[in-house]
């Protein structure tokens, strides 16, 4: 019973974990572009910005990677036989990776936090679709738990990955013409 709490608490600190993910990376994308705006705006939008990201990054960002990781240490030692299977070790992998784009997005707020644009909105939001990607691929992984299957996640990842790159070059030139 306590192997089921533990994962249902992971699960739902994954969830909370990607929201943030996702969330922050959108706040970083109205920040960059509220430094190309007319004072007043910029200053306003700037200062509601930093406020939102500090509250979504410390308040609900990092404490969820963190129980994340604690409730699937938990799981680990409850189910110590899931560090032989592969499917564990491909789930591993993409974690470690997860959260190395957890902590380039660490990089992007202190920067943004000390005024300093270095993405353009562009660039975030190709760097927002990787947690989607990354989501995709552990999901699968975990689901199937098949060396075959990992084989077709990994074609529909990279179609999904090619469909939300068009979408994005296609909203890009979306807005370009609206300006």
Same mark, same amino acid.
């Given at each position: 019973?306590?192997?089921?709490?533990?994962?249902?608490?992971?699960?739902?600190? *994954?969830?909370?974990?990607?929201?943030?993910?996702?969330?922050?990376?959108?706040?970083? &994308?109205?920040?960059?572009?509220?430094?190309?705006?007319?004072?007043?705006?910029?200053?306003?939008?700037?200062?509601?910005?930093?406020?939102?990201?500090?509250?979504?990054? =410390?308040?609900?960002?990092?404490?969820?990677? *963190?129980?994340?990781?604690?409730?699937?240490?938990?799981?680990?030692?409850?189910?110590?036989? =899931?560090?032989?299977?592969?499917?564990?070790?491909?789930?591993?992998?993409?974690?470690?990776?997860?959260?190395? =784009?957890?902590?380039?997005?660490?990089? &992007? =707020?202190?920067?943004?936090?000390?005024?300093?644009?270095?993405?353009?909105?562009?660039?975030?939001?190709?760097?927002?679709?990787?947690?989607?990607?990354?989501?995709?691929?552990?999901?699968?992984? *975990?689901?199937?738990?098949?060396?075959?299957?990992?084989?077709?996640?990994?074609?529909?990842?990279?179609?999904?990955?090619?469909?939300?790159?068009?979408?994005?070059?296609?909203?890009?030139?979306?807005?370009?013409?609206?300006?």
């Amino acid at each position: 019973m306590t192997f089921l709490y533990l994962k249902s608490l992971h699960i739902i600190f *994954v969830v909370t974990w990607f929201a943030g993910l996702f969330y922050i990376v959108r706040l970083f &994308i109205y920040h960059t572009e509220a430094a190309g705006k007319e004072e007043p705006a910029r200053s306003i939008l700037i200062s509601q910005y930093k406020i939102m990201s500090k509250r979504l990054w =410390y308040m609900i960002t990092w404490p969820s990677a *963190v129980l994340v990781t604690l409730f699937a240490v938990g799981m680990l030692i409850k189910t110590p036989s =899931y560090l032989s299977m592969p499917w564990m070790h491909v789930k591993l992998s993409m974690v470690v990776l997860l959260f190395l =784009y957890h902590l380039k997005c660490h990089q &992007i =707020y202190k920067q943004l936090q000390n005024d300093e644009v270095k993405w353009t909105s562009t660039k975030l939001r190709l760097f927002n679709e990787l947690a989607t990607l990354f989501l995709f691929a552990i999901v699968f992984v *975990v689901v199937s738990k098949n060396a075959l299957d990992w084989l077709w996640s990994l074609l529909s990842l990279i179609v999904l990955a090619l469909l939300l790159f068009a979408g994005i070059r296609f909203y890009k030139k979306r807005r370009a013409r609206k300006q």
